[in-house]
């Protein structure tokens, strides 16, 4: 799959994937003969080694209900107010989906608008529905998948919302992320059926994990708080005889499209180099990680 130059071997699997697919995989580094095989790793050990003790107490934790009481887990959700009142409406079984509007007497059809195939519940909306699959497989790790799919409604937000999946990533807190994806998804799956306007799964999927980030990045512990002050930003110019490089990454909310670049420079400042990178399809982080190693 990689060719002479050590770069993707595009013709091999090109007709296999689509555009979307295709994307994610440019941006990702090819491997390397000079680097270790990939293995196998045992996520719920520190070690990456099998062992029982570990395992079992990781699914001893999944299996008990973190609370009973279901709103208290609405009112800690860490995020923006409207998302924590869309949490509640979702617990309290109050988002007017066709099935609630037909029950209400408002509509005689009750058929999901987007599928046309299942009865409009909201557990349909935002999780079962084709659609809103195809979002939810972009973020979950592929052992979760069986498990997040066939639990009721009710388990299904509590679980996230506490985390019992353990779902752990660098960026974000995965209950944040739960709750404004499901935000995203419902306003998403009403543009459809009342503005004609599609927004692709991969955006949804990059802009809530940038907010979620930005939630994580803005919340800091009662007392730790660091006072505020102004602070100019400069360029610093390296020891004698050394060049500086400095690099940047980012993410088009829109549809993922991720871009590095970056510039090398002299101890008295003076251009020395530069460069683009078009990635493809990934976060914020791989696309600063990959500024610095093009740079280096």
């Not at 037909?102 to 009865?119: A, H, K, P």
């Amino acid at each position: 799959m990689v060719n002479e130059y050590g770069r993707w071997d595009w013709p091999q699997f090109r007709s296999y994937v689509d555009a979307t697919v295709a994307m994610q995989i440019v941006a990702m580094k090819p491997p390397a003969p000079h680097n270790n095989a990939d293995g196998y790793m045992w996520r719920w050990s520190k070690k990456g080694n099998f062992n029982i003790a570990d395992t079992f107490g990781a699914l001893s934790q999944a299996s008990n209900n973190p609370a009973d009481d279901k709103w208290n887990w609405a009112w800690k959700f860490i995020g923006p107010q409207r998302i924590r009142h869309f949490i509640w409406l979702v617990l309290k079984e109050r988002l007017l989906t066709n099935g609630e509007r037909q029950r209400r007497g408002f509509t005689e059809i009750d058929i999901c608008s987007l599928c046309g195939s299942s009865r409009e519940s909201i557990i349909h909306a935002i999780r079962d529905c084709h659609w809103a699959r195809t979002v939810w497989l972009k973020v979950l790790p592929h052992t979760m998948v069986n498990r997040f799919f066939t639990s009721s409604m009710s388990d299904w937000m509590i679980d996230n919302l506490s985390n019992a999946f353990r779902i752990d990533y660098v960026d974000w807190d995965w209950p944040t992320c739960f709750g404004i994806l499901c935000w995203k998804i419902w306003k998403a799956h009403n543009s459809v059926v009342f503005e004609g306007v599609s927004t692709g799964s991969e955006a949804i999927v990059v802009q809530g994990q940038g907010w979620a980030k930005q939630v994580k990045d803005s919340s800091m512990k009662p007392g730790r708080r660091a006072a505020a002050f102004p602070m100019q930003v400069y360029w610093q110019p390296p020891t004698l005889g050394w060049i500086k490089l400095n690099v940047d990454g980012a993410v088009n909310p829109l549809n993922g499209v991720a871009a590095a670049g970056g510039v090398l420079r002299s101890t008295n400042g003076s251009w020395l180099a530069g460069f683009a990178h078009n990635l493809g399809i990934c976060s914020v982080t791989n696309a600063k990680l990959w500024g610095l190693l093009d740079g280096l």
